[in-house]
């Protein structure tokens, strides 16, 4: 992994040396309006991060790819991940401070973290489950190029009720 400028952010792959800062962000309670809920504690951050630095499944199948956004300001904001599986496939989650939302901020780190993800990984399939109600994480993807999947893929990927599956498949070139 590497580090990724584009000027307005900087993506780090995260380490352990992240959790006191990220315990903060990850605090913010409206992160949580839709699905799952705040780190109990920066220790407990601390060691889930130090167990993603392998960036590896336990199987070792699976690249786990975590990147921390950082501004200029120096502050960091969220984060971006990816699991890459070896046929190409890769789920994105993506979390943001509230302080942030509405600036294009998240779409700019989970378009330059595709960019990666395609160039460097050869991923070439973006599947993305999100709960229905999160109409501003759809949104987020439907300007990255990504649409509602189909019923057979719905039932493919055994989403469950309340969730949806969006996709982007990626042309080789
Ligand atoms: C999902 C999440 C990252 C989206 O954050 P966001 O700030 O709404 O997303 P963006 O950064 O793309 O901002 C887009 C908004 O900023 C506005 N914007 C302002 N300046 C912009 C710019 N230069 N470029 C793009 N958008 C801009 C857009 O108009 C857009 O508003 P709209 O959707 O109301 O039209 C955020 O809501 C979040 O962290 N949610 C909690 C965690 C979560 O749900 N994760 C996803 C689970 S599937």
């Given amino acids: 992994m590497r580090v990724i400028e584009t000027g307005s952010l900087t993506l780090e792959p995260q380490t352990a040396a992240h959790a006191e800062e990220m315990f903060a962000v990850l605090g913010d309670p409206a992160i949580y309006e839709y699905e799952n809920e705040p780190p109990p504690s920066p220790d407990w951050l601390r060691a889930r991060f130090t167990k993603l630095e392998s960036r590896r499944s336990p199987s070792g199948r699976e690249q786990w790819l975590n990147w921390v956004i950082r501004l200029p300001s120096s502050e960091l904001i969220g984060y971006v991940q990816a699991t890459v599986h ?88």
């Fill in 86 to 173: 070896p046929d190409g496939r890769a789920a994105i989650a993506y979390e943001m401070s509230s302080a942030y939302w509405g600036r294009g901020l998240a779409r700019k780190a989970v378009q330059v973290i595709i960019s990666e993800l395609v160039g460097r990984y050869r991923v070439r399939s973006l599947p993305s489950v999100l709960k229905r109600e999160n109409l501003r994480s759809m949104r987020l993807l439907e300007r990255l190029g990504f649409s509602l999947a189909s019923p057979e893929q719905h039932a493919k990927h055994r989403v469950e009720p309340g969730e949806l599956l969006m996709l982007r498949e990626i042309e080789r070139a």
